[in-house]
């Protein structure tokens, strides 16, 4: 009997995390177009600080045999954050965010993937593809409740560099299921994947916060 692909043993065993991270207060108030435009620019605020340090992390592994295949530089998404920061907060956007504590943590463990090139993968794996999966429905759903087009406010879901988005998730689950390491390496890939979740999900909750504070005004 062959093995399954790794790309489907990874998505099978992180879908629980990947599932519990959806259910957030402050995304489902998001999403219900009760939040602000700028408690909505917390969010875009801590997604400034992942990705400044994920891709930051891509550039020094492009040349690695592991992680290599999935730098793309089309994918990296500070330009598209700080078009987001400055329509959402103006010119001044710097000094309008800080990076919460879940969020320090999650920069953190990214920025150790600088030493393993398969953590870099897993954390890769647990933002990129969940931006061209459901974050493409978050997209459509802020357009509306926002008016925001392109060119600033939710640029960060746009993936227009890459074509095709399901041609995309087909090569990428092709990488994942060509990566070069043995079994035991894949188990580690995959725990730092359920940690990856967990520590997103604990920005999300911590923007729990800024939710309640907005809907007791």
Not at 135 to 150: H, S, V
Request: net charge negative.
């Amino acid at each position: 009997m062959s093995e399954a692909p790794f790309s489907e043993v990874l998505r099978n065993a992180t879908w629980a995390d990947h599932s519990s991270a959806e259910d957030d207060a402050y995304l489902k108030a998001l999403m219900a177009g009760r939040l602000s435009r700028e408690a909505y620019g917390e969010l875009v605020a801590q997604h400034y600080f992942a990705y400044t340090a994920l891709d930051g992390v891509a550039r020094a592994l492009a040349g690695d045999p592991v992680a290599g295949p999935f730098v793309v530089p089309e994918l990296y998404r500070e330009e598209a954050l700080v078009r987001d920061l400055e329509t959402v907060y103006g010119p001044g956007w710097a000094d309008r965010i800080t990076p919460s504590a879940p969020t320090r943590t999650l920069v953190a463990r990214i920025e150790q993937a600088a030493g393993w090139p398969g953590g870099y993968v897993a954390h890769h794996y647990t933002r990129y593809l969940g931006d061209l999966s459901g974050g493409q429905f978050i997209r459509m759903e802020l357009e509306k409740i926002y008016g925001y087009g392109p060119g600033g406010g939710v640029d960060f879901y746009r993936f227009d560099r890459i074509g095709s988005l399901p041609r995309f998730k087909n090569a990428y689950r092709a990488r994942l299921d060509a990566l070069p390491v043995d079994d035991a390496e894949k188990q580690r890939i995959i725990r730092e994947a359920k940690l990856a979740y967990q520590l997103n999900t604990e920005v999300l909750t911590d923007l729990g916060r800024v939710a309640r504070a907005e809907l007791a005004a």
